[in-house]
Nanobody, 116 residues
């Protein structure tokens, strides 16, 4: 069974940093895309960042220049470095993984709260 383990969320002051991790296991297939979506109270879920197997990245306009996504293909793990955090970044962040066999999976979500 495929399992995604997320970590790194927490409470941070505006301007601070957090590093999220998402580790995938349980599949023999190569992962096409890894990334994070987030959902803030009263808002729809939105794509935050995504990275392909080859390292091509996509960012939401609201986080571009502040967040950096990377991945270690051997470890099947993605990382989201979140710098210069703002209160509007507060949300539950969900890891998302898409395999080459077209199957997709979601992590359990981790809370990120940016507040003074």
């Amino acid at each position: 069974q495929v399992q995604l383990v997320e970590s790194g969320g927490g409470l941070v002051q505006p301007g601070g940093s957090l590093r999220l991790s998402c580790a995938a296991s349980g599949s023999i297939f190569v992962i096409n895309f890894m990334g994070w979506y987030r959902q803030a109270p009263g808002k729809e879920r939105e794509l935050v960042a995504r990275i392909s197997f080859a390292g091509i990245t996509t960012y939401a306009d609201s986080v571009a220049g502040r967040f950096t996504i990377s991945r270690d293909n051997a470890k099947k793990t993605a990382y989201l470095q979140m710098n210069s955090l703002k209160p509007e970044d507060t949300a539950v962040y969900y890891c998302h993984v898409a395999y080459v066999n077209k199957r997709e999976y979601w992590g359990q979500g981790t809370q990120v709260t940016v507040s003074s």
